[in-house]
Nanobody, 122 residues
């Protein structure tokens, strides 16, 4: 079993930055990919970004391209999401996920964290 624990969320003003972390623990950890998703109040969970664990190839949803950066530290089994130029519409609970069953942007990951709140004030 794999456990994922997010951290780094908080309250920030528009234009500010945050760095989210997701630490993975448990059995030998070697996912195909890890991703970040977010869910705003009253909205469905949406894909934000993903990274292939072996070669670092990255994927982003259009609304965050150029502002967010996903990265990983294989040695530490830790995933990161750098959030820059934050906007009020980025306010959501951010979830990390590991080991997608199909596509990296799909919701069918095998493992999910508990989420961390990001609130951007205007």
């Amino acid at each position: 079993q794999v456990q994922l624990v997010e951290s780094g969320g908080g309250l920030v003003q528009a234009g500010g930055s945050l760095r989210l972390s997701c630490a993975a623990s448990g059995r030998t950890f070697s996912p195909y990919a890890m991703g970040w998703f977010r869910q705003a109040p009253g909205k469905e969970r949406e894909f934000v970004a993903a990274i292939v664990w072996s070669d670092g190839m990255t994927y982003y949803t259009n609304s965050v391209k150029g502002r967010f950066a996903i990265s990983r530290d294989n040695a530490k089994n830790t995933l990161y999401l750098q959030l820059n130029s934050l906007k009020p519409e980025d306010t959501a609970v951010y979830y990390c996920a590991a080991d997608p069953r199909t596509a990296v942007y799909a919701y069918d990951y095998n493992y999910w964290g508990q989420g961390t709140q990001v609130t951007v004030s205007s």
